[in-house]
DNA sequence: TGTTGCCTACCTACTAGTAGGAAGTTAAGT
DNA sequence: ACTTAACTTCCTACTAGTAGGTAGGCAACA
């Protein structure tokens, strides 16, 4: 249930839908204060500085990524079917407008002016999900499912630079389906022929 | 010369050199009067109001990719080539660190809080490099340079999001080379085989 | 004479962050 | 059962500093 969500929660909810709206310099307090009914001192309570509160937002992130994509290996077992449910589950996030950006993308754009606990945690997030995408192309390939051109590490990156362009250009066009029409010929194409 | 150079230019310059580094929400009057020695009134004798600077900025930006691409035309007749020229200069941008990321790039990611001015700028910029990828792509087609999977249209915007996810990618990991690594092997799949 | 470019001085609103206290909760100690 | 102490959450009230923006003046120049 929605109600019983603590304040922390709610106050790392609202800052991560502001964060994904505007970046790391894009809310501010005030802003948490005013979406969710307490005054600033008391979040400054729950998280002293901005920094904090931030590091503490991609590292509850981190973690949410890090079980959804444990829960796809165990509902799906064929990676081309993983690959799948991942560019699904962000074109639903885009399409409802729930989380049409990803975190970690928005604050490595600013990376260069990020407290270095946050940006770490950033490039953290990066080299995790490439990980994960190289090993489910991996795995593919292995079995025979994918036929790749380069290194599963290449073609990780090559497919996670698609993904986060594609959430760019649907943000840039205010067209949704821009991301699926991007990313789904990308997938296509590692489909062995 | 750079001497010669505005002091409105001189700002713009700045102004565009900070928007790169942390979007519309990461720079302020006072940080380009400290970068160049000037009152931040002064600015504002310039550029009355914020949103009236990054607007010009972006005008200027998009004249400068349009005259780019234009005289790229001139030299260059082959669309391959053509193509292998813009990466190119992305390259060197994000190699020597001269401007590591695309201005519109990073203002589409603030999209949903740009002022409108700005915004609708934005998204001209991007349907303009749509479109000039999307004819580099169906010109070279015609000529049997290369064999497309989809429309020019949609090869276009998978290509521009492949270039803006590379960038992404190499300012998370901090290395300038992963740009090239990714967009590379997507013209080259582009390539009639 | 008016215009351009820059200045000093200032304004209001907002930024992150702090001090100190009120209210309620929990867990012993007697 | 009653008290006390420690802790949590939130509050009002405040700070120093920064945000974008304004008013008015001065000097150079057309």
Redesign the pocket.
């Known amino acids: 249930m929605k109600s019983t969500a603590?304040?922390?929660e709610k106050i790392l909810d609202i800052a991560q839908s502001l964060i994904v709206a505007g970046g790391y310099?894009g809310?501010?307090?005030?802003?948490i204060?005013a979406a969710i009914?307490?005054?600033?001192?008391?979040i400054?309570?729950?998280?002293?500085?901005?920094?904090?509160?931030v590091s503490a937002l991609v590292d509850r992130y981190r973690q949410q990524t890090e079980a959804g994509l444990k829960s796809l290996h165990e509902r799906i077992s064929d990676p081309a079917g993983q690959l799948q449910a991942y560019v699904n589950y962000w074109h639903s996030c885009i399409g409802d407008a729930s989380m049409p950006f990803c975190v970690c993308a928005m604050l490595a754009g600013e990376m260069q002016m990020l407290p270095e606990e946050v940006a770490s945690q950033v490039r953290a997030h990066f080299h995790g999900l490439a990980a994960w995408l190289a090993s489910v192309l991996r795995s593919g390939a292995e079995n025979g499912l994918f036929r790749l051109d380069k290194p599963p590490e290449e073609e990780a990156h090559m497919l996670m630079a698609s993904v986060h362009g594609a959430m760019l250009s649907a943000r840039a066009f205010g067209d949704p389906g821009l991301f699926i029409l991007i990313v789904a010929p990308q997938i296509d194409r590692l489909r062995a022929r």
């Open positions: 603590s304040t922390s310099n809310f501010s307090y005030a802003d204060s009914g307490i005054r600033k001192a008391s400054h309570h729950h998280f002293p500085t901005k920094a904090e509160l």
